[in-house]
């Protein structure tokens, strides 16, 4: 496992270019020397007394959105004196003092075991720490508390109501210290994520033992038979839609034959057949497209790419016949120069031509830049509309549109927003819901989830769906 999909894992919902990745070269002090990519911490001070104290702070705060964070400092050497500090402090603490003798600052000192929680005193907690061992500082933002570890081994809590947006710190004090940190990049001695595990656990049964209907188990039985079925109903999956119904005796808000055919234009989109699954809706829904003229543009701006597609659709994008040429008319040049060859050389070539590329139809490229060019003489405002028949206009500009930048308009895939949004459209027509409740109640929650991140609660990155949910709402292909 590479230390980005180590960091992605443990902290899935927090971008790695904010994580505390490194100690900071600018926020230290001057008796600090760093070294391995700024992950070793030498003293260099004199470390007389505690005025030679030294500290470095990393270059983030911790976000609240990891929910739990963890780093790990291996002493390589504990000096003179072994007068080392691990732990956290916030942007303002003097850095001319070991973590924990400052406000907002807080740790877990080498030489005598004790915890220092913004004050000179410190408090009995562990046992020292010298030459080769690893100490581990764990944040918990659900919780408010920090703890400690020694070579894999949980020290118990150290501090209580802890702030938030507090640093890694680590500080040194005697000559001849010297520490490396492991923010993620390598694997921990302690195991994290069995402890991120029980947080999530825990956090889970809490959630569930405020269900709403919890002492009517059949009201909330039905409730979610319901959002299953409509789910299956929105989609189009008669057969499934109806043994759902069979056996939870719910009944069709939608007549089956106006299902099927939802479902049929849908897979007209999905196979890249847009003119006819137009055709179909105008039959079906005559007021449809006219009433919505912006989601017939997107749905023309989509049949344009499939004819760009389709020209190429003979196998080999190489031939010289690209589009780009054809534009340019070196069609015509080409045609004249077969025009001279002889019969005995045509007639050879047919009958190797099983192995010859197909040669696009100039009529059909004629008839793909007539309706460009319509296309192009729309009115349109919306900004969104404009970029993408630019991004589809592109694609004449490339031999081989498939391997260019723009080749991912031409995937399959592109297809399903399309498809979503003209079902969704055809649900609004018969007073349905756009989107089915189940994805509207999956889709509330992870925005209530984010605004828990955006707001500092620590417990919102435990709090998400994708771990209960193990299956995709996605329909299928």
Not at 293 to 314: D, T, V
Not at 341 to 355: A, I, N
Request: aromatic letters at 8%; glycine letters at 8%; proline letters at 5%.
């Amino acid at each position: 496992m590479t230390s980005e999909d180590r960091i992605s894992r443990l902290y899935p919902h927090v971008q790695e270019s904010v994580l505390p990745r490194a100690w900071s070269s600018k926020d230290r002090w001057q008796f600090i020397k760093l070294s391995r990519s700024n992950l070793r911490v030498h003293y260099n001070g004199q470390g007389k007394n505690h005025r030679d104290a030294a500290s470095v702070r990393a270059t983030h705060p911790i976000p609240a959105a990891c929910g739990i964070y963890y780093f790990e400092v291996k002493i390589i050497s504990k000096g003179k004196n072994g007068y080392m500090g691990i732990g956290l402090a916030d942007a303002k603490v003097n850095m001319n003092r070991l973590p924990g003798w400052e406000n907002n600052s807080y740790g877990y000192h080498g030489d005598d075991g004790n915890s220092f929680c913004s004050s000179g005193s410190g408090k009995k907690y562990g046992p020292t720490f010298t030459t080769g061992d690893v100490i581990g500082c764990c944040v918990n933002m659900i919780d408010n508390s920090v703890f400690y570890t020694k070579n894999g081994m949980n020290l118990g809590t150290a501090f209580q109501k802890v702030p938030q947006n507090l640093y890694p710190t680590v500080g040194l004090q005697s000559p001849g210290e010297i520490a490396d940190a492991n923010f993620g990049d390598r694997p921990f001695m302690f195991d994290i994520e069995g402890y991120m595990l029980e947080w999530r656990t825990k956090l889970k049964d809490q959630i569930e033992t405020h269900i709403p209907f919890r002492h009517q188990e059949s009201e909330l039985d039905l409730t979610l038979k319901k959002l299953v079925f409509s789910y299956l109903i929105h989609h189009g999956y008669c057969g499934a839609a109806e043994s759902f119904a069979k056996t939870t005796n719910l009944y069709f808000f939608e007549d089956i034959p106006s299902i099927q055919n939802r479902q049929k234009v849908q897979k007209l989109i999905m196979n890249g057949q847009i003119s006819e699954a137009v055709i179909l809706v105008q039959q079906l829904y005559p007021d449809l497209l006219t009433s919505k003229p912006e989601l017939l543009f997107k749905l023309q701006i989509r049949s344009f790419i499939e004819m760009i597609g389709n020209i190429g659709a003979g196998g080999n994008h190489n031939h010289p016949y690209s589009i780009a040429r054809l534009i340019n008319g070196k069609e015509q040049e080409k045609e004249k120069e077969e025009d001279t060859m002889d019969v005995d050389q045509k007639s050879d070539e047919t009958q190797e031509g099983s192995d010859q590329p197909h040669t696009p139809n100039r009529r059909i490229l004629e008839q793909l830049l007539q309706f460009g060019r319509e296309l192009n003489s729309r009115n349109i405002q919306n900004d969104e509309l404009k970029k993408q028949l630019k991004d589809a206009f592109s694609l004449l500009a490339y031999k081989d549109p498939r391997m260019s930048q723009m080749g991912y308009l031409m995937e399959p895939s592109q297809r399903e927003q399309l498809s979503a949004d003209l079902n969704s459209a055809m649900l609004e027509s018969h007073g349905l819901p756009r989107q089915p409740p189940l994805e509207l109640a999956i889709s509330q929650t992870k925005n209530c989830v984010v605004k828990m991140l955006e707001s500092g609660l620590g417990s919102g990155a435990y709090s998400g769906l994708e771990k209960q949910i193990k299956c995709s709402l996605k329909p299928p292909q």
